[in-house]
């Protein structure tokens, strides 16, 4: 299908549809973000684009060629097995939220965000699509952000814990905690740090949440996070100690 831009090049796009989809069997999608273009591949040097998203409440990773006609290299979709998974609301949350690559290994890239009701990373092979590991935080729920080092087999990621972790989306009086972690290539967690303030209204929750991490080199271990915060340590009686947000960078 030809799609025209606003300068009048044409770009061709391939349209991911339920194979079963008419004018009365329609699936609902989801999208979160979780796209990237390997412009050279390792193994053949082709252009693919990675990218998952959800179909009918479930997870579909992709790799399509990217050429003037693209194609579906492979295609996966992660399906519920027990019945928990596909009743239980807990177990039933997921959102497929970054696609990275590791710096010391071309072979490989990364899907991170949210499955099984956790806070999720997860490493497969570019080539057959193959799952290599799979590794999930009891304590957090959201990954908001994914840090890569150059050159290296770590890389940093941050998010929050939903308390109520049960509901599909946040809602503005849960309780939040936030949350840095740092992992090697193979799926170990090398740590976890959990930054947890008291709300200055003491009837109110505790909201604190990290949005974004980045890193200055891994040699001198500058790791800045940027922080969403309600906190009593922050805004002190001097500053209107309300239920508001402040914003922290650590």
């Known amino acids: 299908m030809d799609l025209k831009t606003s300068d009048g090049s044409i770009n061709r796009y391939l349209s991911m549809e339920y194979y079963a989809t008419s004018s009365t069997v329609v699936p609902t999608y989801q999208s979160f973000g979780a796209v990237y273009i390997d ?12 990218q998952a998203f959800i179909m009918n409440n479930k ?23 027990t019945a928990t998974e596909k009743t239980d609301d807990k177990w039933r949350r997921k959102e497929p939220k970054f696609i990275t690559t590791d710096p010391t290994n071309p072979q490989v890239f990364y899907l991170s965000g949210r499955y099984q009701g956790k806070a999720s990373v997860m490493q497969f092979t570019k080539k057959q699509g193959n799952m290599q590991w799979w590794t999930s935080f009891n304590q957090l729920t959201y990954i908001q952000s994914i840090i890569e080092v150059p050159g290296s087999s770590v890389f940093y ?16 009086t849960t309780a939040y905690t936030a949350g ?8 170990s967690v090398k740590w976890f740090m959990r930054i947890s303030g008291t709300n200055p209204v003491s009837s109110a929750a505790n909201q604190d949440r990290c949005f974004g991490v980045t890193i200055d080199n891994e040699k001198t271990g500058k790791l800045t996070a940027l922080l969403q915060v309600k906190m009593r340590e922050v805004r002190s009686s001097t500053y209107n100690p309300g239920n508001y947000y402040d914003t922290v960078l650590m």
Do not use: H
Not at 39 to 50: H, R, T, V
Not at 71 to 79: T, Y
């Open 180 to 187: 840095i972690f740092k992992m090697d290539n193979d799926g």
């Open 157 to 172: 990621g941050c998010g929050d814990y939903d308390v109520n972790d049960a509901f599909g989306t946040a809602i503005t």
């Open 39 to 50: 412009q050279s591949d390792y193994f053949d040097s082709l252009s693919y684009i990675y």
């Open 59 to 81: 997870i579909q990773l992709t790799r399509v060629l990217n050429t003037a006609n693209p194609v579906v290299d492979w295609s996966f979709e992660f399906s519920e097995f």
